[in-house]
């Protein structure tokens, strides 16, 4: 089973519109974390954002917001504003505690911004 | 502060060949990661460091693939030989401890003919 889905091969958005980019995840531990990267035709992995589970406020960083519903286990990335330097693609991942800490990765989203 | 820097950006062999990555990551990052990311996918884990012990190489190919960190600084990912399938870009990233945030190097691009 995956671990991390993310439903959405591509998206366009408007620039100057906000836009939600959908993430899933499967883990049976209590204890876990939900990154967010932002990978440009560069090919560098940026880190955007965090949420622990543990967190009871969703996660903010700018322009970037993290919709963490664990009841669903779903870990939302919210662009507001969208800039023509946001088109890229988008991975969610998810840091398990058992195990390891390891991290997998989300097939991810790639955004285009419209001008 | 400088990020993470990888070389080569590039590198194209004929299947059969050795190669070899190398990864310097941001000073006082105690732990090092490389992964494997192949066209349309997330990055996948291959070996883990802490320090200049391998904790986590499960999903190494230990047949061909082999690393090192020496000093538990900079690191080696080799590839001998290299297969078709083996084309794909090879991340390393760092973090100062396990389970903080990883910051990513730009990658090696390697394509095997």
């Known amino acids: 089973a995956q671990k991390i889905t993310q439903t959405q091969p591509g998206m366009f958005v408007q620039e100057k519109e906000a836009v939600t980019l959908d993430c899933t995840y499967d883990t049976s531990d209590q204890s876990y974390g939900l990154f967010w990267y932002k990978q440009p035709s560069s090919g560098e992995m940026i880190f955007l954002i965090y949420q622990g589970s543990y967190d009871e406020q969703n996660a903010t960083e700018g322009r970037y917001s993290l919709n963490f519903q664990k009841a669903r286990k779903s870990a939302n990335l919210v662009i507001s504003a969208s800039q023509l330097g946001d088109s890229a693609m988008y991975f969610c991942?998810?840091?398990?505690?058992?195990?390891?800490?390891?991290?997998?990765f989300g097939a991810g989203t790639r955004l285009f911004v419209k001008a | 502060e400088a990020g993470v820097v990888q070389s080569p950006r590039y590198k194209i062999i004929e299947k059969k060949q050795p190669v070899a990555f190398w990864c310097n990551p941001i000073?006082?990052?105690?732990?090092l990661y490389w992964y494997r990311q192949n066209l349309g996918q997330g990055p996948e884990l291959l070996i883990r460091y802490e320090n200049e012990e391998a904790v986590d190489d499960s999903q190494l190919p230990k047949d061909r693939f082999s690393a090192e960190r020496l000093k538990g600084v900079d690191s080696t990912l080799k590839i001998q030989p290299a297969e078709l399938g083996d084309s794909a870009v090879y991340l390393c990233?760092?973090?100062?401890?396990?389970?903080?945030?990883?910051?990513f190097g730009p990658g090696t691009r390697l394509t095997v003919t």
């Open positions: 990233a760092s973090s100062i401890e396990t389970g903080f945030e990883q910051y």
């Open positions: 000073s006082g990052h105690n732990t």
């Open positions: 991942a998810m840091r398990e505690y058992a195990g390891g800490f390891k991290t997998i």
